[in-house]
């Protein structure tokens, strides 16, 4: 099989349809396909395909980089039906501000690989973005700053991704 380098903007976008696709399997445990792991956060987001619009707002702030980078780092990732519930007026606004932007990318992002075992002992988690979130368990799924995880452990080269089904805002 011949593997493609495709730009990181339409990465970002399959990784979000991909996992958009596989959280509204429900709550699993699973790897980012045959090859677990050998894909970076952002490659793997976008083959998900449900991370459209995370894909997009990673780019415009500039961190798609970052993710892409040595890490490790867990990722609590809001669908794209989650990025819908939020209000197209705070959406519009976040385009705008480039520092705001990052700073509730960020927030979804912790150092470090934690699965959702080791969520599971944990109380709180501090972000890239210097803030933490609270992380508690509920009828045996991790909450995230509110947020439920509806897909744990997709697992990449560089860390950990935790599908979920809310916009964390700092």
């Known amino acids: 099989m011949t593997i493609k380098r495709i730009p990181i903007a339409t990465a970002l976008v399959l990784t979000l349809v991909v996992g958009v696709a596989t959280a509204t399997a429900g709550p699993t445990t699973t790897t980012a396909g045959p090859k677990m792991g050998q894909k970076n956060l952002v490659e793997t987001a976008v083959a998900a395909g449900q991370f459209k619009t995370l894909a997009s707002l990673l780019q415009k702030a500039g961190l798609a980089g970052t993710l892409e980078g040595k890490g490790p780092f867990t990722v609590f990732a809001p669908t794209d039906a989650a990025f819908a519930k939020v209000p197209k007026a705070t959406l519009a606004s976040l385009a705008k501000n480039k520092a705001k932007l990052r700073a509730v990318l960020l927030y979804h992002v912790v150092?470090?690989?934690?699965?959702?075992?080791?969520?599971?002992?944990?109380?709180?988690?501090?972000?890239?973005?210097?803030?933490?979130?609270?992380?508690?368990?509920?009828?045996?799924?991790?909450?995230?700053?509110?947020?439920t995880v509806v897909k744990a452990n997709v697992l990449a080269s560089n860390g950990v991704i935790h599908v979920i089904n809310k916009v964390l805002i700092p």
Do not use: F, N
């Open 111 to 147: 150092k470090g690989k934690v699965t959702a075992a080791q969520a599971m002992k944990l109380r709180s988690a501090k972000t890239l973005e210097g803030k933490s979130i609270s992380i508690r368990t509920s009828g045996g799924k991790v909450i995230a700053g509110g947020a």
